[in-house]
């Protein structure tokens, strides 16, 4: 009979940090039971940093699945239930899998055995309750950010103008100065794509360091913690990998911490930005090289632009992909007719 046996170890960043799951504690308990077993282990898959929600973001349980289906196992050895998946679906369908394949899945803390009925059985009653644990332990989070966001507190992240230390919001001088020019050039009446040209042709970096784009400059004039506000729960699903979209009703309340911005800038900006919020009604006229053809001068891929003539009517384009999103200094290239473009493009 063979015995082709493959662990799987799987820990997340904060797991590791703070419960002790190693991947060394789980291979080394894995290999002592596959030794006592007499089990010859050919692979081992380990996921670091990963989520145990969905399959999706792990790649070595994509892998091992491909091999279970290519006959090259015949046991699976796991530390922990929760290691496979803390989603009782993704949990069932790996354990189908397996099963499909004539592989046996052995999960050694809770010492199930799926190839005998019971240990089928226990399987997905403690699958159950490993999601039930899950979705109890994001309900506690969310209560505890919700709590903390009511008080004024930062939850964490990222802000240009800010560092976060010891849990609290620091103005940073330095970065505080680009935000406050971003917000005076768009009170000057100055368009999203001119900000970024002015920002990015002075050298200014974002927090992480690259140059300037056009939905960033969004993000910062949208941003009301630059007015002493905290704002929490502007997304839904904000615990799912693939969130939902915004939330319509969000927390916002008055932050502890120093506002880089005055009210009455912040009023006069969101003012601009609403009267050059006009969207020209789509054509039906798709665009069909958007992504394929290239730019010209940077060689970057071209998408879909709108530009509006002399008699106020709007045309079809294809603009530098670059150019869009950074402005004219990632890319002076200028736009080309769509419908010209087109015409050439299936004339050969």
Known sequence: MSNKAAIYARVSTEEQATQGYSIQAQLEELRNYANYQKLDIVSEYIDEGASGKSISGRPEMKRLLNDVQRGKLDYVLFYKL??????????????DTLSQH???????????DTSTPSGKMHFQIMGSFAEFERNTIVDRVKMGMTQRAKEGNFNGGQCLGYDCIEKSLIVNEEEAAIVREIFDLSDQGLGYKAVVNRVNSKGYLTKRGIQFQVNGVKTILDNPMYIG????????????????????????????????????????????????????????????????????????????????????????????????????????????????????????
């Open 229 to 348: 506000k905290i704002r929490f729960n502007q997304v839904e699903g904000w615990s799912e990998k693939g969130r939902k979209g915004k939330n319509a009703d969000p927390l916002l309340v008055e932050g502890k911490h120093q506002p880089i911005i005055n009210l009455e800038l912040w009023e006069r900006v969101q003012e601009q930005r609403k009267k050059r919020s006009y969207k020209p009604s789509k054509s039906n006229s798709p665009f069909i090289l958007n992504g394929i053809i290239k730019c010209p001068k940077c060689g970057g891929g071209m998408v879909a632009g709108r530009s509006k003539g002399g008699s106020g009517k709007y045309y079809r384009n294809y603009v530098c992909g670059q150019h869009h999103n950074k402005g004219k200094d990632a890319c002076s290239a200028h736009s080309i007719n769509a419908d010209k473009a087109e015409q050439k493009y299936s004339s050969g």
């Open 102 to 112: 004539n592989v046996t899945m052995y999960i050694h803390n809770e010492k199930i």
């Open 82 to 95: 929760d290691r496979i998946s803390r989603d009782l679906k993704d949990a069932l369908e790996i354990s």
